[in-house]
């Protein structure tokens, strides 16, 4: 009787963690996906929107127009399997809703919870599972991020469903369950390559480990692993490099070794990993790895630690610059606290009823908290003004100008809320950006080349504006304002009142 009753209120537990992750994700779901990257939503958001109107005989034909250029216009970054989709679920529901991709960021984060709370419970016990399933289902950050229109979402459900595949296949060495391994891992990469950096040492450390370098060489489901955790997203760089030749713009600037030399980038990473994922939980984790009790396990995630490390070696700009590139680092942290919760379950004190009715007091406390915390930064956050305003200022602006300009998010809220194709000019960010891979930037002879055969120059980020004093010259001194308001301005690049030099 007891252990049914204990059964009962274990997958009770379950089912409320999912409810609170999906009830606290759900909420204020219509809200313009501008909480979260916006510069990397509406890229995925213009995708799709093309992939729709291409076919869409009821829209204008300036719209569809519209629409398939700016999807044309933005660069291949990695597979557009998220913008597909929706693209798809556009036509099945017959209106482009982007409620559609963050229902779809939310279910796939979903599901990667299921796979780290399966192999947690396998690896470290079912009450470190719930423990690691609470973190992962109810940290803000993460909470916020899985809401977003971007393959990160989906990439870290992926990783999450390869280790749970590599560890079953490490359990029972069948070929099925080293077909569905390779496959799973594979797929991750090709959702997005980084990727390789939370796959590649959990299969080479794994794979060592069990077999050692002589017999791993010579087995063939080790080679059949490898063919299939590389092919998928060797053949979509083999189409990006040679074929579309889309992919050959995204090596570049990517690699800054320069930084490894500067103290103050260690500490902007790591104010990246306070603010995201909390640095407390990332030392209790990385000593939670450590103390897995199963060796070939525990060499298993602590390569997955060296891997991250490498991730940040390997973009140094990004992984402090770019918050989301920390999301693959929470399943990671997850498991690494059911190996610490595991260790404490292991060694309750007698009577064993008291210390677990105050760690689930804690636990609960814990996550009510977080998941209010991620209601209330929900609800400060309202965008409908922010959408209003770019519909205006398009249809003010003319959808067949040609437009250059200073505008947020690299022009993306003017191109999709307003229905504009523009051209954004180079922010100092971007100045700076260029100048850290070595690259000088002419500001006369990039000013010159924006302008040309542009009809219209738009500002709505003054800021930038005045942290760019030669171009805000040039702006002013040559070229006539056609309409000047608190919130933009706007130049006449057709009527230049003196020539520049």
Known sequence: ?????????????????????????????????????????????????????????????WQRQVAVDQWQAEGLIEPPIMEILSAATYRVIGAEKLIVPRIYSILFWLLGGLFLFSLVKDLCGRWAALISLAYFLVLPFGAIASRAFQPDPLLTAMIAAAWWAMFRWQRKQTWSRLVTAGIVAGLAIFVKT????????????????????????????????????????????????????????????????????????YLQWNGQIRSTIGLEWFLVALVGTAVIQNKTYRAMFLA???????????????????????????????????????????????????????ITLAVAFGITILGWDVRVTLARANFSNEVIFWQKLGDHLGHERKVVGLTQDY?????????????????????????????????????????????????????????????????????????????????????PTSPLN
């Open 304 to 358: 997955v630690w060296l891997g991250y490390f490498l991730y940040g070696l390997t973009l140094p700009f990004h992984i402090y610059t770019h918050d989301y590139y920390q999301e693959p680092l929470i399943p990671l942290v997850a498991l690494g606290l059911g190996g610490a919760a595991g260790m404490v379950f292991d060694h309750l004190p007698s009577p064993r009823w008291m210390s677990a009715a105050v």
């Open 194 to 265: 980084t990727a390789v950096f939370f796959v590649g040492p959990a299969w080479a450390v794994l794979i060592l480990t069990d077999m050692g370098l002589r017999k791993a060489v010579f087995n063939r489901q080790v080679w059949t692993a490898a063919v299939l955790t590389l092919l998928p997203y060797g053949l979509f760089l083999f189409y990006g490099l040679y074929i579309s030749g889309k992919l050959v713009s995204q090596f570049s600037l990517r690699f800054f070794p320069s930084l490894w030399f500067d103290p103050v980038w």
């Open 1 to 61: 009787m007891q252990e049914k009753a204990t059964k009962i209120t274990y997958w009770a537990a379950f089912a409320l963690l999912v409810g609170l992750g999906l009830l606290i994700r759900f909420y204020d779901l219509n809200d313009a996906p501008l909480d979260f990257n916006a510069t990397r939503q509406l890229h995925s958001a213009l995708i799709a929107r093309g992939m729709y109107y291409q076919d869409l005989q009821s829209a204008p034909q």
């Open 411 to 495: 022009g993306y809220r003017l191109s999709y809320f307003g229905w504009v194709e523009n051209t954004n000019f180079l922010t100092s960010n971007d100045v700076n950006y260029r100048e850290l891979g070595g690259i000088q930037v002419d500001e006369d002879a990039a000013f010159k080349s924006a302008v040309s055969g542009k009809d219209i120059f738009v500002v709505t980020l003054f800021s930038e504006l005045d942290r760019q004093p030669k171009v805000k010259s040039l702006l002013y001194n040559h070229y006539p304002i056609l309409e000047q308001k608190s919130d933009y301005v706007i130049f006449d690049l057709n009527h």
